[in-house]
């Protein structure tokens, strides 16, 4: 019997596309946010910041969990504690072309401890000014970005606004929020940013690691979180995104709209 040999491919068939769907992206400053921010909220995130609580895990190593090489003049970047990517021409430069990602997902990181802050309005001046930022210094310098619109999950109504507003952009292509929250994410209490969402064919990404934080710190599926002491946090990310998911499912609201939703950062640990 002949063997018959494969039909070669070629180049283009072989190539391995590579999604980096969890950038997280910010700023060399807090200044750079100062311009997009309303008026009469300037004054208070010149002084304080996102001025939420923090999560209290970050990477090892480094200068404050950053690496070394982007940093700016050696500084961390001041208005946030975490870990983020400070402008899109450096992660361009080590990212898209250094690592040869294709397609990357801007997941924000700044702000995201605002929806857990006490003051609602606040924290959607800081989202709004923050979407805002992304599309103009993020979106606008290299269409290999993608971006996961910020919505504060504990105001529906200003989470489909910013929804109605920016979701058509070509370069969002879902929304993101964090974790914790005292409405697991299925409930009708969200009906409207589910239909919102569904319109517009967006996915919902649940970024997990603000659970047990100031508004994210109920005892249950979908705002747990365990901590023992100051050394040790316990992030149950694949528990709190089955709950998450099990809830979207299995609840009316998100079932009904078909929704898809989807986990981010779920590793208990490296």
Not at 64 to 77: C, E, F, I, Q, S
Request: include cysteine; hydrophobic fraction near 40%.
């Amino acid at each position: 019997m002949a063997v018959q040999e494969a039909p070669r491919r070629t180049d283009s068939q072989t190539k391995l596309v590579v999604y980096d769907t969890d950038v997280h992206h910010g700023w060399n400053s807090k200044a750079d946010l100062v311009p997009y921010l309303d008026q009469d909220v300037r004054e208070r995130f010149d002084k304080y910041g996102v001025d939420a609580p923090l999560v209290g895990v970050s990477n090892p190593g480094g200068v404050r969990g950053y690496r070394a090489d982007v940093l700016v003049d050696g500084k961390v970047p001041d208005g946030w504690a975490g870990v983020a990517a400070p402008n899109a021409e450096l992660t361009r430069e080590q990212l898209l072309d250094g690592c040869g990602v294709d397609w990357a997902l801007l997941t924000g990181g700044p702000v995201g401890a605002a929806t857990l802050h006490d003051d609602i309005d606040y924290a959607n001046a800081l989202i709004r000014a923050f979407n805002d930022f992304t599309l103009e210094q993020w979106l606008a310098k290299d269409d290999r970005y993608r971006y996961a619109l910020a919505i504060n999950q504990r105001d529906p109504d200003a989470a489909v606004a910013e929804i109605e507003r920016l979701g058509d952009h070509p370069g969002v292509v879902g929304v993101i929020t964090m974790g914790g929250s005292a409405v697991p994410f299925g409930q009708r209490f969200y009906r409207r940013v589910h239909e919102a969402c569904v319109e517009r064919d967006l996915v919902w990404a649940i970024h997990f690691g603000s659970e047990g934080k100031a508004a994210g710190a109920q005892g249950r599926g979908a705002g747990g979180r365990l901590q023992l002491g100051r050394l040790v946090s316990l992030e149950h990310g694949p528990d709190v995104a089955g709950a998450a998911q099990r809830d979207a499912v299995g609840e009316t609201s998100a079932e009904r709209v078909r929704l898809r939703i989807g986990p981010v950062r779920i590793a208990a640990g490296r």
